[in-house]
């Protein structure tokens, strides 16, 4: 591959790359935080169910 033929690496993902940082205005902001509170909760609602079931 000679040196002045582009192979495609960063150049090709440097658009992807802005895409998904740029901040959109209607996007739905949500805290990390709250997240893993709701995975947290989620998961033991869960457990609870499964030793209520049985």
């Known amino acids: 591959m000679s040196s ?7 150049m090709s ?5 802005r895409y ?3 901040e959109d205005r209607n ?3 949500l805290d990390p ?4 509170a709701f995975g947290l909760l989620f998961g ?3 457990l609870v169910l499964n030793s209520v079931a049985f």
């Open 4 to 10: 002045g033929q582009n192979s495609g690496g960063l």
């Open 13 to 17: 993902s440097a658009g992807l790359v």
């Open 20 to 22: 998904f940082d740029a």
């Open 27 to 29: 996007a739905i902001r």
């Open 33 to 36: 935080k709250s997240i893993v």
């Open 44 to 46: 033991v609602g869960i």
